[in-house]
């Protein structure tokens, strides 16, 4: 397995295949990050992260079963793998530690 240090897209897309469950295949991916960060979201670009967290082993993913409304084309449907969900934990703890770290005086209102 590669490194598991996660840039930032990554991790949105990380956290979008485990939001999505079951549902997560790359259009609906797109969609949901689209939605959640107000950015406007490449499916090519997230095709390309998820098969960098695949390489890495944070993903997997599997072909669905064909259907009609798709002209018989199947999608690929993704899932967090153990180390995927161990990455996320981690990089949200790093995130939480250094949040912590920053005075109480910073957020006080003016």
């Given at each position: 397995?590669?490194?598991?240090?996660?840039?930032?897209?990554?991790?949105?897309?990380?956290?979008?295949?485990?939001?999505?469950?079951?549902?997560?295949?790359?259009v609906a991916i797109c969609d949901e990050?689209?939605?959640?960060?107000?950015?406007?979201?490449?499916?090519?670009?997230?095709?390309?992260?998820?098969?960098?967290?695949?390489?890495?082993?944070?993903?997997?993913?599997?072909?669905?079963?064909?259907t009609k409304v798709r002209g018989g084309?199947?999608?690929?449907?993704?899932?967090?793998?153990?180390?995927?969900?161990?990455?996320?934990?981690?990089?949200?703890?790093?995130?939480?530690?250094?949040?912590?770290?920053?005075?109480?005086?910073?957020?006080?209102?003016?």
């Amino acid at each position: 397995m590669k490194g598991t240090n996660l840039g930032e897209f990554e991790e949105l897309v990380l956290l979008t295949v485990a939001a999505l469950m079951e549902e997560a295949y790359s259009v609906a991916i797109c969609d949901e990050l689209t939605e959640q960060t107000g950015r406007s979201v490449k499916l090519g670009v997230v095709h390309a992260v998820l098969n960098r967290l695949e390489e890495k082993g944070l993903v997997k993913s599997e072909l669905g079963e064909a259907t009609k409304v798709r002209g018989g084309k199947r999608k690929r449907f993704y899932q967090l793998t153990i180390p995927g969900k161990a990455a996320l934990v981690s990089a949200k703890s790093m995130r939480d530690q250094l949040w912590d770290r920053i005075p109480s005086l910073v957020w006080k209102k003016a």
